[in-house]
């Protein structure tokens, strides 16, 4: 019996890479991403492209205008000469923002009365828009506290703010430096191990049963479960080269270092894709057809993984139905347990609930489809 | 058109109403991506778990805390009491971020010294830990304000005296700064690559699989004839689905519609030639439906990634910016966006319009010539 099953599993290893395709999914794929991410995908708002219209023009104005210049936020690019001129500039997407400074901002400053700048985004990028403005607000409060600064002093209240009143000291546990590629190393891994298991392994079996070579399998002596697992096992090994390959490029090249143990999270690794695996076993009882298997794979698989497990975006800020969902995505278990080992070295104490939903859902969807898989071929 | 066409597409037709399923999930697929996108994406943070640890517990401290109980981005779960359940609780994941505040706090504050507070994240999630440092950032500064304010209530002197500055922030186009009003336009077209082009990829490479291709390649019907009658499902499932999504993005989402419609579903229609051009090119390199699927994986996943669908192009090194060039994707989100919420006409679409023209153009003509040497 184990014999057959190393043997279909060779036939099966044959097949895979027999298509220099498998290649590219298998290894250019994750490549791809990591240096997409590493170098390309980034959401930091630097450099926007900003309008300026300084009606005031005075040495106030000029102050505060440079501050947003040496800020490194903001490159004034146009200084237009009225608001619908601006319009023109954002319609064609020239510029994120324009500032307007009114005629009567130095004048409200120095005599103590309040002063109002106008800003306008391009709100079409929703979260450009409102980090420019918080870098805009930041700007002018600072700017503020400086004029108040001299205006206390002037008045001998200097002892009253002669020292900052708080200070505030962020500090980053796991990450000092916050560097992005830190989380999303094994973010990816998590992202490129649900595409093996659940999207490749679901597509070969339809495929095969569309073709018919299943059903030559069916009618030789090979039992259901050794033509599950010999049709698996491939892909349990390629899922391991992949988080191989992942870790060292993450490591030799992106300096991105696993703080935990490596064994916990090989042996972790293979816990998820237990039931990664077997969530494509299911879809590919489902699934009639390769169009519905790829479909099915990416709304069941894909979709979830990336956006419901906290990869990318936090689960927590999810409404409530969502998060309810969530709970259901193996990916957001091995994601907690995959981060866990990777950036906090945390260990099994931590990790056993995770590891326990995925064990419950692998055991499951695995039982599940294998009983639908009999009765599909009985 | 020949009666021959018609024939053949009613034959299609036929095929893929035959099968209720297929059709369900087909357009369930592109609401469910659009409602999922539409609620998860986004940058802000909600309901973050937070722990307290108030080593000072006086009169300012509490305050304070009191501060951030009040700001709703803030959950403030945990009052702790050493810096071992901090580390249990943030090693954990039970809490996200943790506000230290040490001793002295108060006194410190009081003597008109800098009184120094500690916030610590769980930088593995770097993404949360950034927006909610400056959510914290923000806090501190109001109450530094408070603080100064009362210090000269004190000497009998009025903040207000010395003014103020503000900034009054408009947002065009989006005035509310809804994330979905950003995402949901993307998705559309998103939507269009992923599910069309492989679907039309896979149904070429089915047919090819079950050799009803060649049967058809047999009778006196003309290649572009057959292609036509293949494409002609594609192009009307495409259209139903950018509806359907529209739709949703208009009356669920809420998504302003400002644009042309007609404008819209033309340059849809544009978008769908490199579409079908790479489902039929695909199936035409692929001999079986899991070869397809790889193919068209292996060049939707690029596009979409470097589309400016999530992440802005603005942002890529420059090699990657020119690179971007050669996607139809990136044109048609533009575009999308564009029409849904800027409403503008072609005069400022048209930068992105003749591309995606000839880039379309040229990938349908190369693969539609290609397919009909290949089948004649």
């Given at each position: 019996m184990k014999s057959r099953i190393i043997t279909l599993s060779k036939k099966e290893f044959i097949h895979i890479f027999r298509d220099p395709r498998t290649i590219g999914v298998v290894v250019f794929i994750p490549i791809f991403l990591l240096f997409l991410f590493g170098?390309?995908?980034?959401i930091d708002v630097k450099h926007l492209s900003t309008a300026l219209i300084d009606n005031s023009r005075t040495n106030i104005s000029r102050q505060f205008i440079s501050k947003f210049s040496n800020?490194?936020?903001?490159?004034?690019?146009y200084r237009p000469e009225n608001v619908s001129q601006v319009k023109a500039l954002m319609d064609s997407g020239k510029i994120h923002l324009a500032i307007i400074i009114p005629e009567d901002f130095s004048k409200k400053i120095l005599s103590g009365n309040h002063a109002e700048m106008q800003t306008i985004y391009d709100g079409v990028n929703s979260n450009t828009a409102s980090i420019a403005r918080s870098y805009v607000d930041a700007i002018t409060a600072e700017f503020f506290r400086e004029k108040l600064k001299g205006m206390l002093e002037k008045r001998g209240l200097d002892e009253l703010i002669k020292h900052d009143i708080l200070k505030y000291d962020p500090r980053f546990w796991f990450n000092p430096t916050l560097e992005s590629m830190n989380f999303l190393v094994p973010g990816l891994i998590c992202v490129i191990l649900t595409i093996l298991s659940a999207l490749l392994t679901s597509m070969t079996i339809v495929s095969e049963r569309e073709k018919g070579t299943i059903e030559k399998l069916i009618v030789s002596p090979v039992k259901t479960y050794e033509l599950i697992l010999g049709k698996l096992i491939p892909y349990i090994f390629i899922a391991f080269f992949d988080i191989l390959l992942v870790i060292a490029i993450g490591n030799l090249w992106f300096g991105v270092a696993i703080k935990g143990n490596l064994l916990l999270l090989f042996a972790l690794s293979f816990v998820f894709l237990f039931s990664s695996l077997g969530i494509g076993l299911i879809i590919s009882t489902i699934a009639r057809s390769g169009q519905e298997a790829y479909i099915i794979a990416l709304l069941v698989s894909m979709l979830p993984s990336i956006l419901?497990?906290?990869?990318?975006?936090?689960?927590?800020?999810?409404?409530l139905v969502l998060r309810g969902i969530s709970l259901i995505v193996p990916a957001r278990y091995y994601l907690v347990i995959i981060r866990g080992i990777f950036m906090?070295?945390?260990?099994f104490q931590y990790l056993w609930p995770s590891t326990l939903a995925l064990l419950i859902f692998g055991t499951a969807l695995v039982l599940l489809s294998t009983w639908r898989f009999k009765r599909k071929i009985d | 058109m020949s009666p021959r066409i018609i024939h053949l597409i009613k034959k299609e037709f036929i095929q893929v109403m035959r099968d209720p399923r297929m059709l369900f999930i087909i357009f369930a697929a592109p609401v469910i991506q659009l409602i999922v996108l539409g609620y998860v994406a986004t940058t802000e943070v909600k309901n973050l778990s937070f722990a307290v640890?108030?080593?000072?517990?006086?009169f300012h401290s509490r305050q304070i805390v009191e501060k951030f109980k009040g700001?709703?981005?803030?959950?403030?779960r945990y009052s702790i009491s050493s810096y071992g359940q901090l580390r249990k609780l943030l090693d954990a994941g039970s809490a996200r971020v943790a506000l230290v505040v040490g001793r002295g706090f108060d006194k410190k504050i009081k003597r008109g010294e800098t009184a120094p507070i500690q916030a610590i994240f769980d930088g593995s999630d770097a993404n949360s830990a950034v927006v909610s440092s400056g959510y914290i950032a923000s806090i501190m500064q109001d109450f530094s304000t408070s603080i100064l304010d009362g210090r000269l209530a004190k000497k009998g002197?009025?903040?207000?005296?010395f003014g103020s500055l503000s900034n009054k922030a408009r947002f065009w186009f989006n005035e509310e700064l809804k994330s979905s009003n950003f995402m949901v336009p993307g998705v559309v077209g998103a939507i269009l690559l992923i599910q069309i082009m492989t679907l039309s990829a896979l149904g070429v490479v089915k047919e090819k699989e079950y050799g009803t291709l060649e049967q058809l390649i047999v009778t006196p019907i003309r290649p572009h004839e057959l292609l036509i009658g293949k494409m002609t499902p594609y192009i009307i499932i495409a259209y139903v689905e950018v509806i359907f999504a529209t739709l949703i993005a208009v009356f669920?989402?809420?998504?302003?519609?400002?644009?042309n419609p007609l404008l819209f579903l033309l340059l849809c229609g544009m978008f769908l030639m490199p579409t079908l051009g790479m489902g039929l090119f695909i199936s035409l390199v692929s001999r079986t439906q899991y070869q397809a699927f790889l193919t068209s994986y292996l060049v939707s996943l690029p596009s979409i990634m470097l589309?400016?669908?999530?992440?802005?192009?603005?942002?890529?090194p420059k090699v990657i910016q020119a690179f971007?060039?050669?996607?139809p994707l990136r044109y048609l989100v533009t575009v999308l966006r564009g029409i849904f919420?800027?409403?503008?006409?072609?005069?400022?679409?048209w930068k992105d319009v003749w591309p995606l023209l000839i880039l379309g153009g040229l990938i349908f003509v190369l693969s539609v010539t290609r397919f009909e040497k290949k089948i004649s």
């Open positions: 170098y390309a995908l980034t800020s490194g936020y903001f490159d004034i690019r419901l497990s906290g990869f990318h975006f936090p689960i927590a800020s999810m409404p906090k070295g945390i260990g | 640890y108030d080593q000072d517990n006086s700001a709703g981005s803030f959950d403030v002197i009025d903040m207000e005296w669920w989402f809420h998504v302003p519609f400002r644009g589309s400016g669908f999530i992440f802005p192009i603005e942002n890529m971007t060039h050669l996607l919420l800027k409403g503008i006409g072609i005069q400022y679409l």
